[in-house]
């Protein structure tokens, strides 16, 4: 909307964090699922390795759950140094810990008999419904914003979007995993590519100064206090652009009037829609199995109570 573009180095660490975020979102996912039919042991296979992840989070943002990296034409500051070897040690317990867990559910019959076949989404439905990520691509349609309308160089990455074919538990828990392999391919591919270079756009109007100029010079100083009381001025105009986040489509309806605080803004969520067509899967179906249905889908509740 502001007619910029990123250096190419935000573009990959955004990418970066981004993918290691899927991965947090898809481990909480499934260690809930699991826990939910009673295997305990699976749970802290995954969330181990999730605590790993936000370790890393913590120590690059300063934040775990709550950590604000992102800025309007950029990154807050670079990676420290020796974020490469924190975040191969934690993509390695990542693998460690989804392989030990397939090991123990791959060929277990109860965990098949509790998955398969139930919450049933068809893919017509799943359409109709509004559905995105891997809640969509478990009934077999295969629409990933990041290779249908790629940004952040994704049409240059090499990576598969993982497809079910029922539109089941299982299906829903097997993309998931799937997507953990391929958004470490990801991570990988960029951190190889990760090239040198500004983080952040170059305009005092739309970026913020560096902390030395905040602290030694009453421009840098002054430009800081005018991006923070007065905000980014921003043409006026209406615009909508949407990622692929963890849950699927999350996109920003922005309305602009000129100033610094927008006219309006709609967030368009992945999950309400899901929740919305909770009901009319599990009816006619056993409570046990509602309770798996659910947690395949995946509901964030902050997104269902705004």
Not at 36 to 44: H, P, Q, V
């Amino acid at each position: 909307i502001l007619g910029v573009d990123l250096p190419k180095r935000a573009k990959f660490i955004r990418v970066i964090i981004g993918e290691l975020s899927r991965i947090i979102d898809h481990l909480v996912c499934l260690a809930a699922i699991l826990v939910d039919m009673g295997a305990l042991t699976n749970y802290w296979y995954l969330y181990n390795p999730r605590e790993v992840a936000y370790d890393l989070l913590s120590k690059l943002t300063g934040a775990r759950l709550t950590n604000a990296y992102m800025r309007i034409g950029g990154m807050s500051h670079d990676l420290y140094d020796g974020f490469e070897n924190d975040l191969n040690a934690c993509i390695k317990a990542v693998e460690t810990g989804v392989g030990d867990t397939l090991r123990l559910i791959e060929h277990n019959r109860i965990f098949h008999d509790r998955t398969q076949n139930v919450g049933i989404i068809t893919k017509e439905e799943a359409i109709n419904r509004g559905f995105s990520g891997p809640n969509l691509r478990a009934c077999g349609v295969p629409y990933d914003l990041r290779v249908n309308e790629p940004y952040y160089h994704y049409e240059s990455f090499d990576f598969d979007i993982a497809v079910g074919s029922v539109g089941d538990v299982y299906d829903r828990m097997m993309v998931r995993f799937e997507e953990i392999r391929q958004s470490i391919r990801i991570i990988k591919q960029a951190m190889h590519r990760l090239p040198s270079g500004d983080i952040c756009v170059k305009d005092a109007a739309i970026s913020f100064p560096s902390k030395t100029n905040v602290y030694s010079n009453i421009e840098g100083l002054m430009n800081q206090f005018k991006l923070v009381y007065e905000g980014v001025k921003v043409p006026p105009k209406e615009y909508y652009r949407a990622i692929e986040a963890g849950n699927g489509e999350l996109g920003f309806f922005i309305i602009s009037d000129g100033s610094g605080t927008p006219y309006k803004v709609k967030v368009r969520p992945p999950c309400f829609y899901a929740m919305a067509a909770y009901p009319s899967i599990i009816e006619g179906g056993m409570i046990a199995d509602a309770i798996l249905t659910l947690g395949s889908l995946n509901i964030i509740a902050g997104e269902l109570d705004r």
